[in-house]
């Protein structure tokens, strides 16, 4: 029995560690210093805008630092590089309205789609952003601040 007690501890205290170390923390300083975080919305047509997220550094990005991807607006998108000192990474946004049925009957309103509520994965406000990156093979995640928008 007290085999049982120890082995069932034991598996509760892996687990626990396993949630632990599962969190992404986020870090407040970059391994190169940034000149600029900013974006450009770009309309495409009546129903959809581009919102293009650019990163500018001071020099060029060193070989052992590879960026992966930008969340940003309750999105996420892979990072392209401009050049070697310029990134960008696009999301889309989508202004199209769906028409609801409203009736006294609610039968006829069984048509109506449920909202999609999406839940991101970090806690950000709308002028923050989140860079994911791996640095000698390792993933950080470097929260951004004072996001603005650059008129075109």
Known sequence: MKGYKII???VITAIS???CAMKQELQTEFPQEIQSVFYQKVKKDTESSVINFYIEFKKPLAANIK???IYFHNQESLVQEITPKDFKS???QSNKKEDLIMDINPT???CNKAPIISKTKFDIK???AVLKYKLKNKTYYLKISNVF???L
């Open 8 to 10: 069932f501890f034991s």
């Open 17 to 19: 560690l396993t949630f």
């Open 67 to 69: 960026l992966e991807k």
């Open 90 to 92: 696009s999301f889309l």
């Open 108 to 110: 006829k309103e069984y």
């Open 126 to 128: 709308s002028t923050e």
């Open 149 to 151: 928008e650059k008129p």
